[in-house]
């Protein structure tokens, strides 16, 4: 046995055995083959190819899937749809992978409690859609929606473009079903919007990455389906103009700002100019960019729109603007925020920081981490996009490939971001690749109590093992 | 040491001499005269007078008296405004309290960031006048808002009457610093909204009543102050009215509903024309009343309410209705709903269950209570009233004051409430009152969940011993 409790050699195949006679031969990959795709998320780390697949149907089975590799030692990584940006559905050495793919599909929809029942492994779109069918809205979006799962999204308190209006994940889930290490199945999935009674345990497992049980079912909060929406891009001198822009945004439209995306110049002539990836729908080099998606209001809300451009253009905040006066014309817009996620062949090697800070730094941060990069010869560019209303950024920064200069980069902006006591990670994650960084965001007295809880909840790490807490901490 | 861990005898004396001597003259009450008044709350429950009262001014001091109590073996009641109805706050017999009223405070309002930075023994109407004064709104809101604190709200996850538009307490909580049973601090006070670096430790104290850690500090999400706002009496034939009633406002009016308040006939009889606590707004018998408040919008929001008004009696949803003109209209008609927090005296004993379902069976839990009641020699009126958007029903209860009454009208409630799969408690917490229920809304792998993390970050059982899990468990 390993420092990390996880067995190896005959134990192992010991356990698959068992697992293969519980699960019977739809519930088990033990191929190559067949088990290839599921040792790797989106991250670009490369897992190892795990001992088995578990493909359960059932919380029951989940459970006997626990039981059993508690049993034999043997580390268990949950896989929702593999879109994660930081490894925590890589397999390591000598684990299974558990798929929630056939833990899936809609329970039920009740449109008097605005809630939707599902299993973890339905994806994000499908819920999505059953919500609209039901004429509400599921306010959590990502771009990855059609692959990854409901159960991901919870266990990585997902983010996304409708924070500002809606929360992260964790906001949206009023019931939650997860089996521990042990196989014993926690379960409260109620509807009730109110529940003080006794601690609130389904927030462990939100955002907890799978490392401390395993999502099987949610109650989810929908919302009122925004009949009618306006959106504008406007193009500004600075960060600090799109603070002004928001602050008035906040005062005239209040609860209705669906999005509030900024761009910064980098990014906008990458996607725009330097690359084919999406028509610049302003002329003129700006300092600044903006995404501004509201409700419509009673007044209508191109109206609204135009008339909120109209004043910042007077006061000077705003420098050109477009508003989008058609279906066609909203998706070209979202087209050029949209476009992050295809750089990846353009812009060559690079790692995807995904920078949290208190909304009002967020402009003088990414001008301190754009001084610094600026003295170093292993950077190769650098692109800034993000959620301005949530003081979140996603800063691309392109290198040679070498691990030298990913140490090296990583180390200068990590650094900083440490002295700007921000987040390692705002919405992606913490997985296995921020693993070794997640000191710098947080305590030791923090860390601690991270470690404590995990020993509590899963004494031998058998679950999610090196995701969140690394054994070398 | 009896069976909860607790010190007995000179052990308390001496641990009573150590804190004196740490915490200075200021710090510490010892005279029964001046430690009487914080053996209860206001849950009607009798605490025990304690040891000492302990007034800490720094989270280092906390972090001291933690220390010296784990090392003595003695219990520690932490205390806020003493306005719970759960006696939360109440004293067993042999601890100290530790009280935040030397802790209060505003340490910063960051208008760009949307926050305030607080000490946990601020008042919370202090905390709303602080937002207001720089043009935002903290949006918690509770009868109690003079006296109760920001921590005790914080360790209660308090409702209120702004839960539909905004959250419970715990949505609006973006930084919390805690010190665990051991005295360690753990502290995270940035104002990032998105922050995935690791477990969401703060969900642990929030709403956990001070059993898992005490808050010493909070940083609060603040929001847009609603530059003006409408308000409407309904009045309706029943519950299921209402239900329409609400389907149709989150249609036309999506999340600037700010209010959706309930109060059913018997409530409405018993403080407008039993008593005097209320003026009556409409005339006549209905079958359910409805307070709703909105935010204006650009087409002027009272012309917005008349016509969402005129469309629901044209479909015969709604029966009459009033509209309020004035400010001085507005205050009247709150003050048929607010009346509850004092009909105390002129509907003698009684039990004041605090009741969550889902928001879509609401009406027909309350008709089943009725049914059963209505065989109950014990009950001499029940009243009803409560949060008709979030499930959420305060059903009061009189009887004759004798404990066997008591008991047989909370088997029949509670018993109930367990068939239907409801919180025995939505939002006044658990406390010491209902610790004894609340196996009526969680399951055994619920509970020894609980137990664990309980036993992990208190092993010695100190943090307010006999709140939320009752040692008999």
Same mark, same amino acid.
């Given at each position: 046995m390993d420092r990390n409790g996880i067995q190896e050699g005959s134990a192992q195949s010991d356990a698959v055995g068992e697992l293969a006679e519980m699960l019977g031969p739809r519930g088990i990959l033990t191929s190559p083959q067949d088990c290839a795709r599921y040792a790797s998320d989106q991250s670009g780390l490369s897992g190892v190819l795990p001992l088995a697949v578990l493909r359960p149907a059932t919380t029951e089975e989940v459970s006997h899937i626990l039981r059993i590799c508690s049993r034999h030692h043997v580390g268990v990584v949950p896989q929702g749809? +593999? &879109?994660?940006?930081?490894? %925590?559905a890589c397999s390591p050495d000598g684990v299974v992978v558990l798929s929630t793919? +056939?833990?899936? %599909?809609?329970?039920e929809v009740d449109p008097e409690a605005m809630t939707l029942t599902t299993w973890a492994g339905t994806p994000l779109e499908t819920v999505q859609e059953a919500a609209r069918a039901a004429?509400?809205?599921?306010p959590v979006d990502i771009g990855a929606r059609g692959t990854a799962t409901i159960g991901g999204t919870i266990a990585t308190n997902a983010g996304g473009i409708r924070v500002l209006q809606h929360g992260m994940t964790r906001a949206s889930v009023l019931g939650l079903e997860a089996v521990l290490a042990d196989g014993s199945v926690v379960s409260r999935l109620g509807k009730t919007v109110k529940d003080n009674s006794g601690f609130d345990l389904k927030q462990l497992f939100i955002g907890s990455e799978g490392t401390l049980g395993i999502v099987t079912r949610a109650v989810l909060q929908l919302c009122r389906h925004a009949p009618q929406t306006a959106l504008a891009l406007f193009a500004l001198p600075d960060h600090a103009a799109a603070l002004k822009c928001l602050a008035a945004a906040r005062q005239r439209f209040g609860a209705r700002i669906m999005a509030f995306e900024g761009m910064w110049p980098d990014y906008w002539d990458f996607v725009c100019h330097e690359t084919s990836l999406a028509a610049a729908p302003v002329a003129g080099r700006h300092g600044f960019y903006l995404l501004i998606e509201i409700e419509a209001g009673s007044g209508g809300s191109e109206e609204e729109l135009e008339a909120f451009f109209a004043e910042l253009f007077e006061a000077e905040v705003v420098e050109d603007g477009v508003l989008a006066k058609s279906l066609g014309e909203m998706q070209a817009l979202w087209r050029v925020r949209e476009a992050v996620g295809e750089i990846d062949e353009d812009f060559g090697p690079h790692i995807n920081f995904d920078i949290g800070v208190s909304p009002s730094e967020l402009g003088r941060f990414c001008d301190a981490a754009d001084a610094l990069m600026a003295d170093m010869p292993e950077v190769r560019g650098a692109l800034k996009v993000g959620h301005v209303g949530d003081g979140n950024v996603h800063l691309i920064v392109a290198h040679d490939g070498s691990a030298v200069a990913e140490e090296r980069i990583e180390v200068v902006i990590y650094g900083l971001l440490r002295e700007w006591d %921000? @987040?390692? &990670? @705002?919405?992606?994650?913490? %997985? +296995?690749?921020?693993a070794r960084w997640i000191a710098h965001s947080r305590t030791p007295e923090e860390l601690a109590l991270m470690r404590r809880l995990k020993a509590q909840l899963d004494p031998l790490g058998l679950l999610n093992p090196g995701a969140v807490l690394s054994a070398a901490d």
């Open positions: 749809g +593999r &879109t994660g940006l930081s490894g %925590g793919e +056939r833990m899936s %599909g809609i329970l004429g509400l809205q599921y %921000g @987040a390692v &990670t @705002a919405e992606h994650g913490i %997985g +296995r690749v921020k």
